[in-house]
């Protein structure tokens, strides 16, 4: 009965990595997924920006994509936070996980028997790595989404402030950026009435723009949190390759001196061979000697 209930103990712990490891997976599927809807919003940047006027189906499509990860962000945004909760503030139920798996290593290590420690320092280091590195991408994914937007809204405003330049040439380029930031852009339409369509489409442009600065601003409020955790801890990753490296560099000192202590052991082992034969040839040549020598005193 007793090996049952610590066989359930043991279970309980394995199962708590087990889940860590399998949410980690999660994370590297959602940064996947999340990658591939960044580089198709890029693709539809360049595809709006190819056309000379505003296009309801085009924008329509990039409101989704900005959408989709604006989702997927917060899906693995909330799933990184609870990785760095069972790092840094481990839930009671895992901590009693902890607590009877240690009291089971105690009772077989009081039989004698070996014991597996799931929960270690080594362990702690390594749940720490694995959510570092996954925190890294997701910040370097979402930047490059942030630095697209910025490009897009840029682009989006130069092509703006051309078309009001053409269409009133001489308002000053003052006070443009005043309509465009204001969004008094009622005193162009106005003005520009006999130009219909070039008012629909600074107007559509317009609206675009204001969208998307207001994604931009939420943007960097949503993730400000995690990417400033993740400055904190950068140095884990950055040491990364350089750890790896001196590790390879030691495991390759470790293997010659193995390889030397090797030659030295079959050297030695020679040499006390050598040893061993010449005293056994030399005993057998005494004991030789002197039952000669006590024979020959008989007879005489």
């Known amino acids: 009965m007793e090996r049952i209930h610590q066989f359930r103990k043991r279970s309980r712990a394995i199962s708590e990595v087990g889940k860590f490891f399998i949410t980690i997976e999660q994370v590297r ?10 580089d198709l919003l890029n693709a539809k ?22 959408a989709k990860i604006k989702s997927l962000g ?23 996980v902890v607590d009877e798996f240690h009291e089971m290593q105690e009772g077989v290590a009081r039989r004698g028997s070996s014991s597996i420690q799931l929960y270690t320092p080594a362990t702690t280091r390594i749940r720490k790595v694995q959510f570092a ?15 697209s937007q910025v490009n897009y809204r840029d682009q989006l405003r130069s092509r703006l402030k051309r078309q009001l330049e053409i269409t009133n040439a001489s308002i000053s380029e003052d006070a443009i950026e005043e309509w465009i930031d204001q969004g008094k852009m009622t005193i162009f339409t106005k ?11 600074v107007e559509a442009r317009h609206n675009d723009l204001l969208k998307l600065e207001k994604s931009i601003r939420d943007l960097n409020e949503l993730f ?19 750890t790896v490296a001196r590790t390879v560099s030691f ?23 050598c040893l ?21 005193a008989q007879i005489f």
């Open 29 to 38: 599927v959602l940064l996947e997924d999340l990658k591939k809807w960044v």
């Open 45 to 66: 940047h360049g595809e709006i920006l190819a056309i000379p006027l505003s296009n309801d189906d085009r924008n329509q499509q990039l409101e989704e994509i900005n």
């Open 74 to 96: 917060q899906v693995t945004k909330s799933k990184l936070k609870g990785i760095e909760k069972t790092i840094h503030d481990p839930t009671p139920d895992a901590a009693d």
């Open 133 to 147: 590195s996954l925190a890294k991408q997701f910040r370097e994914i979402m930047t490059n989404y942030q630095l």
């Open 191 to 201: 003005s520009v009435m006999f130009y219909p369509k070039i008012v629909r489409d």
């Open 224 to 242: 400000k949190e995690l990417g400033q955790h993740v400055e904190s801890q950068g140095f884990v990753i950055d040491n990364i390759e350089h």
């Open 251 to 273: 495991v390759e000192n470790g293997r010659q001196n193995v390889t030397q202590a090797r030659i030295y052991r079959d050297s030695f082992r020679k040499k006390k061979a």
């Open 276 to 296: 061993l034969t010449t005293g056994g040839v030399i005993f057998v040549l005494i004991l030789l000697g002197t039952l000669i020598y006590l024979s020959t």
